[in-house]
């Protein structure tokens, strides 16, 4: 970064008699990370620029020169060939004085009606609203990859679990829209997130609003804002949009580390539940027979940033007075990481949930380990003998003791076996210990049955479409 050196700063040095410490420069600067907002930034000053000449504040000419003047600038900065400037703090600053080198004269009149208070807020919201909607485009990747997941296992029986122990057989269906639901509902949030921002807080100026007669409904519509926010102090000091897309995706982050969990766990030798593509794999230097999740876990520790970008903005963010506090220069860097890393864990797990084969035999094996239709055999009871399911509760129990001291499943006791433990059981109990009848008959509305799963594929492919 090269460094314009001056007394005092050219934007606003008028009243200093000397340059700032160096120590202060560092500090104050936020143009190392700011000028991602660069396209942003450009973007608002030339809507800004054309409503000052179309409300006759600047003339058409000096309009034109500072709109060309600012296309440069950004094909300058998309080049390379930007020289960006520590001293002057920031990429409002920096694009500023560039124009001025550019245009001359002209550049001095972009800044009228406007503070560099409600210019960050825009570039900054510009900036946070793409990021709403690469997180709701990532999301509708990876749903749809879920999607075709379930498709293609609805019936596939594999083991649900509570307390990581077997508890009842589902469906690998089943399960994979278990992640459809949690996907889908942030994918909602940053939706609802998206359209409660979208108010321009462009013309609020340094906090009061301005005396020249702009017209912000112009530069709103023009920069794709819902309209102008209606409080020029709430529009400078607001952050909530900031604060939205990072709890958003700190719930998504937490919703994906946990699938990445399972990923893990399901990937492992004593498992086996599913193959991860070598695509997304990776081996280790020394030993040669291992294949590694790191995908997986990546994704899995990536809330922690994103976590701990949410609570640091928020720590920022309280107890700050009304309205604009430099505290709030340190927004971006929390929000630029956390969205970086979002989309790139969207990613990866859209790409390794589109490439995973899921191990039917290994699942059906475990489906029908533990005594996981115990359920189904006391609510057999309560169906068939008419019995309290509390006592069918018990009934059960004490069979799946036998079982367990023998060494064996439940569907391998003897008809005899049961009836010393309850003389009114039938033969016909031992339709319901298969896994397949088990997860078949779980129709009530949201539970397991392949039927139900399939209706639920075609739900959400048809809210999507
Ligand atoms: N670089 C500043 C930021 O990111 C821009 C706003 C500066 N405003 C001010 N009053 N110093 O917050």
């Not at 994979?176 to 639901?181: F, L, P």
């Not at 509390?390 to 129990?397: F, I, L, W, Y």
Request: proline residues 3%; glycine residues 8%.
């Amino acid at each position: 970064m090269s460094d314009k050196k001056s007394s005092s700063n050219a934007m606003w040095g008028g009243r200093f008699a000397s340059g700032p410490d160096a120590i202060m420069e560092a500090i104050n600067a936020s143009i190392s990370f700011d000028k991602r907002m660069a396209r942003q930034d450009i973007e608002g000053s030339r809507a800004h620029a054309a409503m000052l000449a179309q409300q006759g504040i600047i003339t058409d000419n000096d309009a034109k020169a500072i709109r060309e003047g600012l296309l440069t600038v950004l094909s300058e900065i998309e080049g390379g060939t930007f020289q960006f400037s520590t001293a002057l703090e920031d990429i409002h600053m920096n694009v500023e004085a560039r124009l001025k080198d550019l245009i001359g004269e002209p550049a001095g009149r972009l800044h009228t009606g406007r503070s560099r208070n409600d210019q960050v807020a825009t570039d900054f919201k510009l900036w946070v609203r793409d990021q709403f909607d690469a997180a709701i485009g990532g999301l509708d990747a990876l749903i749809g990859a879920l999607l075709d997941q379930a498709d293609a296992g609805a019936d596939m029986v594999m083991p649900g679990f509570t307390h990581l122990q077997v508890a009842q057989p589902v469906t690998w269906g089943h399960h994979m829209m278990a992640y459809v639901e949690m996907f889908a509902r942030d994918k909602s949030r940053m939706v609802d997130a998206r359209a409660r921002m979208n108010e321009s807080p462009l013309g609020a100026a340094a906090l009061a609003g301005t005396s020249f007669p702009i017209d912000r409904d112009m530069t709103a519509a023009a920069l794709g804002f819902d309209r102008p926010s209606a409080n020029s102090l709430d529009a400078v000091a607001d952050r909530d949009f900031a604060l939205e897309f990072l709890s958003a995706s700190s719930i998504c982050a937490t919703h994906l580390s946990r699938f990445a969990e399972e990923l893990v766990i399901w990937s492992s030798a004593q498992f086996r539940f599913v193959v991860i593509s070598d695509r997304f794999s990776t081996g280790s230097s020394i030993m040669p027979q291992k294949k590694n999740p790191d995908a997986a876990e990546l994704i899995r520790a990536k809330v922690g940033r994103i976590n701990g970008s949410l609570v640091a903005l928020l720590t920022i963010m309280k107890g700050l007075p009304l309205t604009y506090s430099k505290d709030m220069q340190e927004d971006k860097e929390q929000v630029f990481d956390a969205a970086d890393s979002l989309m790139l864990a969207l990613a990866a797990m859209s790409g390794m949930v589109a490439d995973m084969r899921p191990n039917a035999e290994s699942l059906a094996v475990a489906a029908a380990s533990g005594f996981s239709t115990a359920t189904d055999l006391a609510d057999w009871l309560v169906r068939a003998l008419n019995m309290p399911f509390r006592d069918a509760h018990h009934v059960t129990g004490t069979l799946v003791k036998m079982a367990e001291d023998r060494g064996c499943d439940l569907p391998d006791l003897t008809l005899e076996d049961m009836q010393s433990v309850h003389g009114a059981i039938t033969d016909d109990v031992f339709g319901v210990l298969g896994v397949q009848n088990s997860v078949a008959s779980r129709v009530s509305y949201g539970g397991t049955a392949p039927s139900n799963v399939r209706k639920q594929i075609k739900r959400w492919r048809e809210i999507l479409a």
